[in-house]
């Protein structure tokens, strides 16, 4: 097989994601146990730019199912004999050895992903563009998954310490898994007795279904006029509905707060389900229209001829052809009304309608155990992660269907 510039560019990738891998895998597994891990760039970066190189000298056919666990035991051996050389102490804990061993693997399907069609000889341009477009996607895509995970991570963490440990270490984010569980969840077992949150999650729960519920009664109409009806002033309407996003929600809260003292409305629930659907209702409709307008006219009309009225055509034809759309916009009104604090903050002084978010505020402040903030910020997080990795798929949907019509 001929070597071309393909194979040394494997040899630097593969160097850059054993590099990446070392201070990533070292700095979580000090994070996770608590012991001092010093991560061996120099012999790992070595040992991954070998690896690479043999996985780019196998044949592609055979690449995934044998060469590609290979590879990263190459790898690992070279890692290891290069710290002898070196003279680094290969005496490691168990620790240490699992950290090594995710280096490389986590590398090998790294430079699987990147080489995994290519071979090691001579590559024109566009190969190589393609080479790169890889290796950067696959950067930003560990990147970002590090800025993303490693606040929760952190807030998970020190929602699960006692208030000793936090006070001895702060820095030390560690767990001991194995105590017993009232121990473990003793922040969250208290949050439900002694501070409410379980009637914290039940009012923002109302909330947001009730601002879901009201945003579609007026976005559907709204949106399927706007895509579908003629009438004066409709490209106007179209194009100025998200105009209220200019006006800052700051400017907007002194008055309503005003007017919500003097009509009864401050301090209630209800005063939040009548603020958070008129800022939801312009960007519902926005989305929509759009998916209508995707829509083919044709069923439409054909519905109208057999008789259909136009509010028929609408529940009969539209509305079951815009379940991803609707599906999408739902999750993220839901997402707007549960994480909203300027206007909860604001409008509610009674613990015993506090929403969500208004309750974990509460929890700021220096007679509370910092715990107890991050395991109410950790309850806050994950209902709405967990929904929306659900419903991802119908936010894609919703999200990009109709942007190349109408």
Not at 341 to 360: C, E, K, N
Request: charged share 10%; with cysteine.
């Amino acid at each position: 097989m001929k070597i071309g510039n393909t194979f040394f560019i494997g040899l630097v990738v593969g160097a850059l994601w054993a590099l990446i891998y070392s201070v990533v895998l070292s700095v979580f597994a000090m994070l996770v146990t608590g012991d001092v891990i010093v991560p061996d760039i120099g012999n790992a970066m070595a040992g991954g730019a070998v690896g690479a190189g043999f996985y780019l000298l196998t044949p592609v056919a055979r690449r995934e199912e044998l060469w590609l666990p290979v590879s990263a035991v190459i790898a690992f051996v070279v890692f290891w004999l290069m710290q002898k050389a070196t003279g680094v102490s290969v005496v490691a804990t168990s620790v240490q050895v699992l950290t090594w061993v995710g280096i490389f693997l986590t590398s090998a399907v790294s430079w699987h992903l990147c080489f995994h069609d290519m071979r090691a000889e001579r590559q024109g341009r566009y190969q190589l563009e393609v080479i790169l477009i890889r290796v950067m996607k696959g950067f930003g895509f560990v990147f970002f998954t590090i800025i993303v995970m490693l606040p929760f991570y952190v807030m998970l963490m020190t929602s699960l310490k006692s208030q000793q440990s936090l006070l001895a270490n702060p820095l030390d984010l560690s767990i001991n898994i194995w105590q017993d569980p009232k121990t473990l969840f003793r922040s969250y077992i208290e949050l439900f007795t002694d501070y409410r949150f379980g009637l914290f999650l039940l009012n923002s729960a109302m909330v947001s279904v009730a601002t879901v519920v009201i945003t579609l009664l007026f976005s559907i109409p709204g949106a399927y006029a706007v895509s579908r009806l003629k009438f004066p002033g409709q490209a106007v309407l179209s194009r100025s509905i998200l105009l209220i996003y200019m006006v800052p929600a700051i400017v907007l809260v002194i008055p309503l707060y005003a007017v919500f003292s003097q009509l009864g409305l401050r301090n209630t629930l209800i005063g939040l389900i009548v603020v958070y659907p008129a800022t939801t209702i312009p960007v519902a409709v926005y989305m929509l229209q759009g998916y209508f307008r995707g829509l083919p006219y044709e069923l439409e009309e054909a519905g109208l001829m057999d008789g259909l009225s136009r509010l028929g055509v609408i529940l009969k034809i539209t509305l079951p052809l815009s379940l991803p759309a609707i599906a999408s916009v739902s999750l993220y009104i839901f997402m707007i009304a549960w994480n909203e604090f300027l206007f909860a903050f604001m409008f509610l002084d009674d613990p015993d309608i506090f929403t969500l978010s208004r309750g974990v505020q509460s929890l700021n402040s220096s007679e509370i155990p910092r715990q107890h903030l991050m395991a109410g910020a950790v309850i806050a997080t994950v209902p709405v992660l967990v929904l929306f990795l659900w419903f991802e798929r119908f936010l894609v949907a919703g999200l990009t269907a109709g942007s190349v019509k109408g």
